[in-house]
């Protein structure tokens, strides 16, 4: 087995920057401590040429550590502290009776000046250590957290900063200091993509005269202002990758406003109202290009939104494909019969004529063909199906007169005819028997048993209700408490006696709140329990799928409470 080289590259965190350290003050003793430097600087970067890619401890670790080079800053920052400390004690041990207005406000400044002057070192100092040695409380970390939907229920650090890594690693573009991948920027801080509403581009050159020198300085930064109003600098060296920079969010964030500088004290005091305006045109725009690009995805593959396909299992879809219509049918030819139904969600309307329903009943009974072991092709080959086209034609006083037509034919035509009516072709009639018309009577009053229902809600208050649905429309419901999408989740299911409701968390506690019913005898009783996103969206889709069977002891019983509200209500 071959041995993996490890190498000095290899040494963990932070026995490397221990072992700098230590060469950097042992050969500067014999060739100086400039050179010394110099070489350590240059190893590293051989190191770096030689293991290009993520670094070992990932992007945001290394942008951490890094903050220890402000140790630097800190201890420049204490020693003119010092300075002014020491021209404040000499001023102290001066002759005061022969001073003036002026040398006593030299005195106060020489005061003021070393206090601040050290406590900014102090916080510096604070700064770099804390960063480097503790990542779940630096900047970084704390930017990242808040930019989660639950801010308060964030995982540690390690998976903050994977989470970023991985996107960084697979869909980083670098321009500078700043990487922006598909969901993350990273720089000193993280900003979220899909939560930038505005950025702003900074490119400013200050100048400072001091007597006969002028002194310039160029700032240029990447300032975001997301959803939340939260502000974010990121600043680069290099003033020519800032344009490259904004171009690159503005294709990752087509929807957010790019705005030059000088603007941004005009967005930022923005009040309440002008900035839930601009959070509403962002989700009107968001939600245009989005079923832009949706329809455009479904033209491509074919998709018809319109129509739902009952399958042979009974599940009902309104993604229909004609892969799907053709594996309907492959269905009912294995099962040896079976029937599915293409509904319009927009009837036809032609010669005073609505065109509602297909149904096609498709059958191969194997003794009836001298075939054994048939094939699928020979099923579509030898196999029989009936088409039962549904009309209505609106009579006299609004009453619905319901008639049909029904066709026979082989397989691979029924096929042909679903499709072409799946995308709102009506069939050619001849051939098609007329069924006799009927009316339709009123039925005898039952008593009204709820029917499946699945209910949800976004976090900016729009509500959805759909009492047709399938086990992937739960699924992508699971998935919406996880990520965020989803705020409220209820879910019941046939006979409308068992139910869950998910709600979920709030700024005070990011924990989801599950209501759950469960038959005792007679009774109906009600339970609760507050649970993470995760395992919400885990005890739905049991729900779904009739596989839960929780510890109830861990549930707490509050049956009394809903009959309580119940009564209430009514």
Same mark, same amino acid.
């Given at each position: 087995?071959?041995?993996?080289?490890?190498?000095?590259?290899?040494?963990?965190?932070?026995?490397?920057?221990?072992?700098?350290?230590?060469?950097?003050?042992?050969?500067?003793?014999?060739?100086?401590?400039?050179?010394?430097?110099?070489?350590?600087?240059?190893?590293?970067?051989?190191?770096?040429?030689?293991?290009?890619?993520?670094?070992?401890?990932?992007?945001?670790?290394?942008?951490?550590?890094?903050?220890?080079?402000?140790?630097?800053?800190?201890?420049?920052?204490?020693?003119?502290?010092?300075?002014?400390?020491?021209?404040? &004690?000499?001023? *102290?041990?001066?002759? !005061?009776?022969?001073?003036?207005? +002026?040398?006593?406000?030299?005195?106060?400044?020489?005061?003021?000046?070393?206090?601040?002057?050290?406590?900014?070192?102090?916080?510096?100092?604070?700064?770099?250590?804390?960063?480097?040695?503790?990542?779940? =409380?630096?900047?970084?970390? !704390?930017?990242?957290?808040?930019?989660?939907?639950?801010?308060?229920? /964030?995982?540690?650090?390690?998976?903050?900063?994977?989470?970023?890594?991985?996107?960084?690693?697979?869909?980083?573009?670098?321009?500078?200091?700043?990487?922006?991948?598909?969901?993350?920027?990273?720089?000193?801080?993280?900003?979220?993509?899909?939560?930038?509403?505005?950025?702003?581009?900074?490119?400013?050159?200050?100048?400072?005269?001091?007597?006969?020198?002028?002194?310039?300085?160029?700032?240029?930064?990447?300032?975001? *202002?997301?959803? !939340?109003?939260?502000?974010?600098?990121?600043?680069?060296?290099?003033?020519?990758?800032?344009?490259?920079?904004?171009?690159?969010?503005?294709?990752?964030?087509?929807?957010?406003?790019?705005?030059?500088?000088?603007?941004?004290?005009?967005?930022?005091?923005?009040?309440?109202?002008?900035?839930?305006?601009?959070?509403?045109?962002?989700?009107?725009?968001?939600?245009?290009?989005?079923?832009?690009?949706?329809?455009?995805?479904?033209?491509?593959?074919?998709?018809?939104? =319109?129509?739902?396909?009952?399958?042979?299992?009974?599940?009902?879809?309104?993604?229909?494909?004609?892969?799907?219509?053709?594996?309907?049918?492959?269905?009912? *030819?294995?099962?040896?019969?079976?029937?599915?139904?293409?509904?319009?969600?927009?009837?036809?309307?032609?010669?005073?004529?609505?065109?509602?329903?297909?149904?096609?009943? /498709?059958?191969?009974?194997?003794?009836?063909?001298?075939?054994? =072991?048939?094939?699928?092709?020979? +099923?579509?080959?030898?196999?029989?199906?009936? *088409?039962?086209?549904?009309?209505?034609?609106?009579?006299?006083?609004? %009453?619905?007169?319901?008639?049909?037509?029904?066709?026979?034919?082989?397989?691979?035509?029924?096929?042909?005819?679903?499709?072409?009516?799946?995308?709102?072709?009506?069939? =050619? +009639?001849?051939? &098609?028997?007329?069924?006799?018309?009927?009316?339709?009577?009123?039925?005898?009053?039952?008593?009204?048993?709820?029917?499946?229902?699945?209910?949800?809600?976004?976090?900016?208050?729009?509500?959805?209700?759909?009492?047709?649905?399938?086990?992937?429309?739960?699924?992508?419901? /699971?998935?919406?408490?996880?990520?965020?999408?989803?705020?409220?989740?209820?879910?019941?299911?046939?006979?409308?006696?068992?139910?869950?409701?998910?709600?979920?968390?709030?700024?005070?506690?990011?924990?989801?709140?599950?209501?759950?019913?469960?038959?005792?005898?007679?009774?109906?009783?009600?339970? %609760?329990?507050?649970?993470?996103?995760?395992?919400?969206?885990?005890?739905?889709?049991?729900?779904?799928?009739?596989?839960?069977?929780?510890? &109830?002891?861990?549930?707490?019983?509050?049956?009394?409470?809903?009959?309580?509200?119940?009564?209430?209500?009514?």
């Amino acid at each position: 087995m071959e041995e993996k080289k490890k190498g000095f590259s290899g040494i963990p965190w932070p026995w490397n920057l221990i072992l700098s350290i230590v060469f950097v003050a042992g050969a500067g003793f014999f060739i100086g401590y400039l050179w010394s430097f110099l070489i350590a600087m240059g190893a590293s970067a051989w190191m770096k040429s030689r293991n290009p890619g993520m670094p070992s401890g990932g992007y945001c670790l290394e942008k951490t550590r890094k903050q220890l080079s402000s140790l630097g800053i800190a201890v420049l920052i204490l020693f003119f502290a010092f300075c002014a400390a020491v021209y404040t &004690w000499m001023m *102290l041990e001066e002759d !005061r009776t022969a001073w003036e207005t +002026m040398e006593y406000a030299k005195f106060a400044g020489s005061i003021v000046m070393s206090a601040a002057l050290f406590l900014l070192g102090i916080y510096t100092a604070y700064i770099a250590i804390r960063d480097t040695f503790w990542p779940q =409380n630096s900047t970084l970390a !704390r930017s990242i957290r808040s930019q989660l939907p639950y801010p308060d229920a /964030a995982p540690g650090v390690a998976e903050l900063f994977a989470m970023v890594d991985k996107d960084i690693e697979e869909n980083g573009q670098w321009f500078d200091k700043i990487a922006v991948g598909k969901e993350w920027i990273l720089g000193e801080v993280a900003g979220c993509i899909p939560r930038i509403r505005v950025y702003f581009g900074r490119d400013e050159i200050r100048t400072r005269r001091s007597g006969d020198r002028v002194n310039s300085t160029r700032i240029v930064e990447l300032h975001i *202002l997301d959803d !939340r109003r939260q502000h974010h600098i990121l600043s680069l060296r290099n003033p020519r990758e800032l344009e490259p920079l904004l171009n690159c969010i503005s294709l990752r964030a087509p929807d957010a406003i790019c705005r030059p500088y000088s603007e941004f004290g005009r967005w930022q005091g923005k009040s309440d109202m002008e900035w839930e305006n601009l959070l509403r045109e962002f989700r009107v725009k968001q939600g245009s290009r989005e079923m832009s690009s949706f329809q455009l995805g479904n033209r491509d593959a074919d998709i018809q939104q =319109n129509v739902t396909l009952t399958r042979p299992d009974g599940s009902v879809t309104s993604r229909v494909t004609p892969d799907l219509i053709h594996q309907s049918m492959t269905e009912c *030819l294995q099962e040896g019969e079976g029937s599915f139904s293409l509904a319009l969600g927009c009837p036809i309307e032609q010669h005073n004529v609505r065109y509602v329903e297909m149904e096609c009943f /498709a059958s191969f009974y194997e003794d009836m063909e001298d075939v054994e =072991n048939p094939t699928l092709e020979d +099923m579509m080959e030898l196999g029989e199906a009936e *088409l039962f086209l549904k009309m209505t034609d609106v009579g006299e006083a609004g %009453k619905n007169h319901y008639f049909g037509r029904v066709f026979e034919t082989d397989i691979q035509t029924a096929e042909e005819i679903l499709k072409a009516w799946a995308k709102g072709v009506i069939p =050619n +009639m001849t051939g &098609w028997e007329a069924t006799p018309m009927w009316e339709k009577k009123e039925q005898a009053v039952k008593r009204e048993v709820p029917p499946p229902h699945l209910a949800l809600m976004s976090p900016s208050g729009v509500f959805q209700s759909h009492d047709r649905f399938t086990i992937e429309d739960v699924e992508v419901v /699971a998935e919406g408490l996880v990520d965020g999408s989803c705020q409220m989740a209820e879910l019941v299911l046939t006979g409308g006696y068992l139910l869950m409701r998910i709600d979920g968390g709030s700024k005070m506690d990011g924990r989801c709140t599950v209501t759950v019913t469960r038959p005792d005898g007679a009774k109906l009783r009600f339970f %609760k329990n507050q649970c993470t996103h995760r395992q919400a969206a885990a005890w739905l889709l049991e729900f779904a799928s009739g596989n839960f069977a929780p510890d &109830w002891k861990e549930w707490k019983d509050c049956t009394r409470q809903a009959e309580r509200d119940m009564a209430h209500k009514k």
